[in-house]
């Protein structure tokens, strides 16, 4: 049989034709194989809101579903008890103080927001690139500048801020409290007629007073026709729902007439179209390849009453750094994570962009200080103890008031006067708390007097963790700096 032998320059080309053939299949396959990624945030959704986390009135089968198929993690925090710094917290891997975004939440009238410099999930994935979308509320400032489009994301459609804040100013809203509420449940036209919250899509308007009753629906079927668009290549998921943040609606063909029900129907409809998402997953045989997490950004607004949620065993609710207002509900579903389990480790929204980073196997950019930590071993149950051994608790106007270490909790609550109240308020001796979160969840046994050596460790270490962030915090982006 006849030996051929190639010359050295036809044997260079065979092989740069072969590379030609294998180097896109490869990186084909490559691409192929990296997960993708959904983060469904709610807004003041409380940690007994799901059936899975021991609602008796609310009924989730969907969500339940991410639960008996993934894991269910029962200690999961949130860096902050209001909107805005817990939103920047959970994209950035960072305090919200380290980003200058700790001062309570954004209106409309506000002239900041997240700075585009920094390094968000969705930058994160965009540099490995994944397609990348945030439907939903978004409440990171307003101006062009700093809205998801700035911040790594292809697209966005959502509310700007919060569902009870009006374009422009603020000004004209209707009738507060639970009263208030229940006139606006009883009369769903008025998501047209007695507010003027926005609706972007991408930089612009495009409906001014956006339909809440249909918002919930369509922010999901955007996401939904996302995934189908982008069923071939790697994308990453924002669905930050507007609801259940007050004032509640939903489509009027699931409405309860009966005000005392708005929770309970807002949640229920939240649900159905988590079961929407999910069943698009199964349909288009991703289910196997997606990370879906689920999640809020700080526990229920109580003052509400029916109107808002339940912190189920924890002690009260949004806009608190007790554990009612910073413990959240949270599932995952994805490769690798063990259906039907429980995680009661420490971690929370702060981990999740190094556990990402992890699990994609693409480093942090370095000479930036973050937070977060990579939590993926408890994602997947390969580490038995979280890497997060402590937790800073600050104020929803982002003062220093707390850490939890271990199973410590330590809260040092200052007494600050309200408006036009007797300064003398304010020289007040501060509240110190002490908790055993593993014997008391609830937080009603403080042991501040029995235990003062640990008062003093805890005390000493929030603050050396406090000076640390200060000292080497980042400014937002304002419009003053950049008009």
């Not at 190639?6 to 997960?35: D, H, M, Y």
């Amino acid at each position: 049989m006849p030996t051929y032998h190639l010359s050295n320059n036809l044997r260079t080309a065979f092989l740069l034709a072969i590379g030609s053939i294998l180097v896109p299949l490869t990186e084909g396959f490559a691409q192929a194989n990296k997960p993708n990624f959904i983060i469904i945030f709610t807004d003041d959704q409380g940690y007994g809101d799901l059936s899975c986390f021991g609602s008796k009135t609310i009924k989730t089968p969907n969500i339940d579903r991410l639960a008996s198929e993934g894991r269910k993690f029962t200690n999961f925090m949130v860096a902050s008890p209001v909107c805005t710094p817990s939103r920047a917290a959970l994209l950035t891997a960072c305090y919200p103080k380290r980003i200058g975004m700790h001062q309570h939440v954004l209106f409309p009238a506000s002239k900041k927001g997240l700075h585009p410099g920094e390094h968000t999930i969705a930058d994160h994935l965009k540099s490995q690139d994944y397609a990348t979308a945030c439907f939903g509320k978004w409440h990171l400032g307003h101006h062009s500048e700093v809205l998801p489009t700035a911040n790594g994301f292809d697209t966005y459609y959502g509310i700007p801020y919060s569902n009870d804040m009006n374009h422009p100013d603020n000004k004209g809203k209707p009738k507060g409290g639970p009263d208030g509420m229940d006139i606006l449940w009883n009369d769903p036209e008025s998501t047209l007629t007695k507010w003027k919250t926005p609706l972007f899509e991408d930089e612009k308007i495009v409906e001014l007073p956006v339909d809440q009753r249909t918002i919930t629906r369509r922010c999901t079927q955007k996401a939904i026709d996302f995934v189908k668009a982008h069923q071939d290549k790697p994308f990453f998921v924002y669905l930050p729902h507007s609801m259940p943040h007050i004032p509640l609606y939903v489509p009027d063909e699931v409405r309860d007439p009966d005000p005392k029900k708005a929770y309970i129907s807002t949640i229920e409809h939240i649900d159905s179209e988590v079961g929407r998402l999910l069943k698009a997953l199964d349909e288009l045989k991703l289910t196997g390849n997606t990370y879906v997490i689920y999640t809020t950004d700080n526990g229920p607004w109580l003052s509400f009453k029916h109107h808002g949620g339940s912190a189920g065993p924890l002690r009260e609710g949004k806009g608190t750094t007790f554990e009612g207002g910073q413990r959240v509900p949270c599932l995952m579903r994805g490769p690798g994570i063990p259906a039907g389990t429980v995680c009661n480790e420490l971690t929370g929204t702060i981990d999740i962009l190094p556990s990402i980073a992890a699990i994609t196997g693409t480093p942090l950019p370095e000479g930036r200080k973050i937070d977060g930590i990579d939590a993926s071993g408890l994602w997947k149950a390969s580490a038995d103890k979280s890497p997060r051994k402590e937790f800073v608790h600050y104020t929803s106007n982002g003062r220093l008031e707390g850490i939890r270490q271990g199973n410590w909790k330590l809260l040092v609550k200052v007494p600050r006067p309200r408006r036009n109240q007797n300064q003398k308020a304010a020289t007040k001796p501060a509240q110190i708390l002490l908790f055993d979160l593993s014997k008391d969840v609830g937080e009603q046994n403080n042991l501040a007097e029995q235990h003062p050596e640990v008062v003093t460790k805890l005390r000493a270490r929030m603050v050396a963790i406090d000076k640390e962030i200060s000292e080497n915090a980042r400014n937002p982006w304002r419009v003053e700096e950049n008009s």
